[in-house]
DNA sequence: GCAAAAGTGTTTCATGTACACCCATGT
DNA sequence: ACATGGGTGTACATGAAACACTTTTGC
């Protein structure tokens, strides 16, 4: 046995927005033929092969700069994929048409990405080939996509418990109940709505901003925002302490 | 711009283990000829560069296998390091020799792994030019190493907190002073003994075996075990249970 | 005035935290 | 008998969970 070197690596992304009802995830679509000549449609995540001089990470903006605006996106390494099959037969075909190469095996690098979608964006995307779709919904997805985003959504589950990344779905102003609802649609569980609200504004970081939904058929809503320069400062404070003793 | 194909992919490991007092790091020798053509000496992550139809577990496994041996050891993918000029220079000079290959950029997958340190363990990685470090004595090491083993601590200390993965790093039987200390090494903190014991002793899944210590000069202490099967299975229960209401 | 969602408090229970002394063993 | 580390209990504070009705707006 010897090292491999007729490999590639390539940079997927799973790109998740929140509508207010449900979680979404953007995914491109692919027009491919198949081996019995036939050409079909189906979708994969978005994401590309890495170039000379850029890292994963820019690899990743890369990607999402084709899609969204990229200013100040969520971005975390996920996880890489990599059994030597993966991408095998036609898929592998299509791979290397469509990349221009000629490889034996893709190993591919997952980010996960965090949107705030606004109309904008929820429309702009088509003009692109790809489309938001609800993550229940996704049935088939190209190569072992479907397998990427089941994992992604188990660990953006668990990255939901560990940190404030909610708001980052969110757009900057939002109201409580659309925070309690994506924590219900991510956790896929129902909160009571006065513990929440009581937990939530025990916190140092969320902050009424005097604005009221307007133009609603009920009492209309505070808007809030979370101060997310304060927590990193805070925080990195607390991970300071943590070195000198708990007790004294 | 177009895809790189020149590359290389690594799988290195950061394998820890646990000696009573403090965290070890096995780290392997590299002898080196720098660009002065002077030879030194210095030490490196185990691990190696990827071989065709094996998978980056397969591979991390492989590398743990010249070292330890194999069974039953915990073992994570952690975080892929992509950095462009990661390797380079001398380094990638000694790296092309050493696995005979001609490559332009590597980019590693590092996987972390917890061992159970014995005296046996301890001694006989030396034969094969590998030693156990503390790792709060590591300064220099190749390449990137030294910075990948300072995020392997930060993430080891998350999952610390998260995972009952201390009884991977200590033997079977353990007593709750030894549990304790691995804690308190690996966080950084002292922690009260009365309320240690008292929150360990109430999981459901640590276990008194009756046997005590034997030829200590005070007090013996009770040996504890984990039962991992049952932890295992509890928790894939409160994992399906996660989607159905957790208030009804 | 009615439909629709926002907003609000109290009690109970479980968990975390602070804190100091006696016990069993080998030498 | 003494040195060494093992082992124990209580009081207090904090956080989690259960639970139902009033308020504000548009139509």
Known sequence: MSPQTNHSLSVDCVIFG???????????????INEAGIPVVDYKLPGDLIYENEDLRS??????????ATRDIYLRQMHVF???????????????EYYHVNTTRVVTVVYYSLVKLDRRLLVSVEEKGARWFDVESVCRLAMDHKQILARALEVLGKQFLAEPIAFELLPRKFTLR??????????????????????VLSSDYIRATGEKEKNVAHK?????????????????????????NWQV
């Open 18 to 32: 929140f509508d207010g009802k449900s979680l979404k995830v953007l995914l491109v679509r692919r027009d491919f």
């Open 59 to 68: 690899s990743a903006y890369r990607t999402l700069g084709k899609y969204t």
């Open 82 to 96: 990599s059994h030597p099959d993966r991408v095998s037969g036609d898929e592998l075909k299509w791979l290397n």
């Open 178 to 199: 659309q925070l309690q609802s994506l924590y219900e649609a991510i956790l896929g569980i129902e909160i009571d709505n006065r513990n929440f609200r009581k937990k």
């Open 220 to 244: 209309p809503a505070m808007y809030y925002t979370f101060d997310k320069s304060k927590f990193l400062k805070d925080n990195r404070l607390k991970f300071r302490l943590n070195f000198i």
